[in-house]
């Protein structure tokens, strides 16, 4: 069965500081996709990034960076040069393909907190 | 365009009252979602939908039905409310493809008392 794990509940970071949040995942069909997506304190849901299982190079969207590591079936973010807009949820989310129905699952997410 | 839309936006029942929540989209989305937000949680999967008239469970589906009689709509019930099922609602469209990020709808506040 399908499975995402983020590991940090809440992480600190300084503001202009890099910050990496971890996601590993767990599939058996080899052809997935792997997304970001920001909650602020207002709730909506913001997509940040997207990686393909079959993508050779990692996916970048200005400050922020998927680090894929496909046999560790690790897909961390890196938000680079932190702001106070960046303390929201961050989840990472699986889509499996045919084999898994199309169907995306979530995971519990990391509060980050950047400070001043 | 409006994007994802949810209907109600609030609401309160009482324990072993049903209602239905409405998703519409009109981005002609081939994926429909259904998850529940606790708080303090991760979205989980209620039922979902790869295309009209067809609908699967997700990770949370008992207490909740669903149907997508129509492209832009996907409805969920809840027959019989539990106050378990108090939570936040979101809906959300992608289109049929892997690769395609979740637009979300602003979400539905229930509590169930």
């Known amino acids: 069965a399908q499975k995402i794990t983020q590991t940090q509940p809440g992480m600190f970071v300084q503001e202009k500081e890099a910050v990496t949040l971890d996601c590993t995942y767990d599939?058996?069909?080899?052809?997935?996709?792997l997304f970001w997506y920001k909650q602020p304190s207002s709730g909506e849901m913001i997509f940040l990034i997207y990686?393909?299982?079959?993508?050779?190079q990692n996916a970048t969207e200005g400050r922020y960076s998927l680090n894929f590591q496909k046999a560790r079936k690790s897909a961390n973010l890196v938000i680079s040069a932190s702001q106070l807009g960046d303390s929201a949820m961050y989840f990472c989310?699986?889509?499996?393909?045919?084999?898994?129905?199309?169907?995306?699952?979530f995971g519990a997410g990391t509060r980050l907190f950047v400070k001043a | 365009n409006a994007g994802v839309t949810q209907t109600p936006k609030f609401r309160v029942l009482k324990t072993g009252q049903s209602m239905t929540l409405l998703c519409a989209q009109d981005?002609?989305?081939?994926?429909m979602y259904w998850y529940r937000q606790d708080p303090g949680m991760g979205l989980r999967l209620i039922h979902y939908?790869?295309?009209?008239?067809?609908?699967a469970k997700g990770e949370v589906p008992d207490g909740y039905n669903v149907s997508r009689l129509k492209k832009q709509n996907f409805l969920l019930g809840l027959e019989s409310a539990a106050p378990s099922q108090t939570s936040v609602y979101f809906c959300?469209?992608?289109?049929?493809?892997?690769?395609?990020?979740?637009?979300f709808g602003p979400g539905t506040r229930l509590t169930v008392t």
């Open positions: 939908s790869v295309g009209e008239g067809t609908t």
């Open positions: 990686q393909g299982s079959y993508d050779q």
């Open positions: 981005m002609n989305h081939e994926y």
């Open positions: 989310a699986m889509r499996e393909g045919l084999a898994g129905g199309f169907k995306t699952i």
């Open positions: 599939t058996s069909d080899p052809s997935y996709g």
């Open positions: 959300a469209s992608s289109p049929g493809t892997l690769a395609y990020e979740q637009y």
